[in-house]
C-alpha cells in the first residue's frame, strides 16, 4: 500500500476530531458555537441531555475510529481491526442517519454541526474503503446511512405533537418588550436573537446607539434555553437599565460584564421561551438574527442576517449611524 494511501485511510478521522475539539474548546471556554445559526440549540432541544454532550460524544468516536484507523494501517495482522472499524463505522451510521432523518422529516431544522459530523463521516468511509479499493464496502455503508435517515420519512407527528409545531400569533409572544410611551403603534419589530451569536450583538450594537430606533415599538425573543440563559434573560426583563436602553442591557449580558448567577427565574420563563422557539421553527425560520418588521396592518417585512437587518433599517431612517467591525470589535 502507497504511502498516500495510508494517509488517505486515515486523516480524515483525526481532521474530524479536531474540528469538534475547537467546538468543545469555544463552548466550553467562550461561551460560543461554530455553528452560525441557533439551529444547533433548537435541534438540542430534543436531544435527552445536552447538546455539547453530544458533540463530546462525536468528538470520542472520531478519536477512537482515527486509532484504528492508526493501529490498521501498521498491523501486519489486519482483520479483526477491519472488523472493528467496520463496526464502528455502521454505529456511526445508524446513530447520526438517526439525528439527520428526525432534523429532516420531523422538525425541519437543520443543525449545522450534525451535518459537517455527517459529511466527516462519509468522507472516512470513503477514504478507508477506498485506500483498500473496496467500493462495494464503500456503497453498502452508504446505502445503510441512507436507509436509516430515509425511514423518517415514512413517520408522521402524532396530532398534539404537531399542534404544539403549530404557529402561534407573534402576539401571544412575551418575553422583552420595549416603547416609548410616545411610540405610535406601528411600526412594530419583532427580533428572534441569541446571547450567543455575534451577527445577533452586531445588530443590537447598532440598534444601541440609534436613537431613531425608538420610534418603533420592539419585541424581543432570546432563543436561548438552558439555565444560564434564562438568567441572563431575567436580568435584562428586570434591571431598570431596560426601561431605558435595552439593546444596551442585551449587550452587558453578552459581555459578562453584568453577574447574572444570582438572578431568580421566573416559574413561566421556560414556557415562555418555548413558545418562541415552537413559533421559529413552525414558521421555517433557521438562523438568527431574523426581524419581522410589522410597518402597518397587513405588511410584514421579513429579515434575516445582519448586514441585511441594518441595511434595511438604515434605508428607512432608523438606523443613521451604523458600527463598522473589525476583528469582532466596533472601530
Not at 40 to 65: K, P, Q, W
Not at 193 to 220: D, G, R
Request: hydrophobic fraction near 45%; aromatic fraction near 16%; include cysteine.
Amino acid at each position: 500500500m502507497k504511502t498516500w494511501e495510508r494517509i488517505l485511510g486515515q486523516i480524515f478521522p483525526f481532521l474530524g476530531a479536531l474540528f469538534l475539539g475547537v467546538e468543545l474548546f469555544w463552548r466550553f471556554n467562550k461561551g460560543k458555537s461554530l455553528c452560525s445559526t441557533e439551529s444547533c440549540s433548537l435541534v438540542g432541544n430534543y436531544i435527552r441531555f445536552e447538546d455539547t454532550y453530544l458533540i463530546a460524544l462525536g468528538f470520542v468516536f472520531l478519536l477512537v475510529l482515527f486509532l484504528f484507523h492508526f493501529l490498521y494501517f501498521r498491523s501486519p495482522d489486519k482483520t479483526y481491526l477491519k472488523k472493528i472499524i467496520y463496526g464502528l463505522f455502521c454505529a456511526g451510521f445508524i446513530v447520526d442517519g438517526v439525528l439527520l432523518g428526525f432534523q429532516i422529516f420531523i422538525i425541519k431544522t437543520f443543525c449545522q454541526i450534525c451535518f459537517i459530523f455527517a459529511g466527516i463521516l462519509l468522507i472516512s468511509w470513503f477514504s478507508f474503503t477506498f485506500s483498500q479499493q473496496k467500493y462495494l464496502s464503500f456503497l453498502l455503508g452508504c446505502s445503510l446511512y441512507g436507509l436509516v435517515i430515509g425511514s423518517f420519512a415514512l413517520l408522521s407527528l402524532p396530532a398534539n405533537k404537531q399542534d404544539a409545531l403549530k404557529p402561534l400569533k407573534l402576539e401571544e409572544l412575551n418575553l422583552i418588550s420595549w416603547a416609548k410611551e410616545d411610540a405610535p403603534l406601528f411600526p412594530r419589530a419583532y427580533l428572534f436573537m441569541s446571547f450567543h451569536c455575534e451577527h445577533c450583538s452586531k445588530v443590537l450594537a447598532n440598534l444601541a446607539v440609534n436613537p431613531k430606533v425608538a420610534e418603533i415599538s420592539w419585541h424581543i425573543f432570546p432563543l436561548d434555553s438552558k439555565e444560564a440563559d434564562f438568567k441572563r434573560l431575567s436580568y435584562v426583563l428586570n434591571s431598570e437599565g431596560t426601561k431605558g436602553n435595552p439593546f444596551l442591557e442585551i449587550l452587558k449580558v453578552e459581555s459578562g460584564e453584568v453577574d447574572v448567577s444570582k438572578e431568580k427565574v421566573a416559574p413561566n420563563l421556560a414556557s415562555e421561551v418555548k413558545k418562541v422557539q415552537q413559533y421559529f421553527l413552525a414558521q421555517g425560520f433557521t438562523g438568527v438574527p431574523t426581524l419581522i418588521l410589522e410597518e402597518n396592518p397587513g405588511k410584514k417585512v421579513i429579515l434575516t442576517g445582519s448586514r441585511t437587518i441594518i441595511d434595511y433599517l438604515k434605508d428607512k431612517g432608523y438606523v443613521q449611524r451604523v458600527l463598522n467591525f473589525s476583528a469582532g470589535e466596533p472601530r
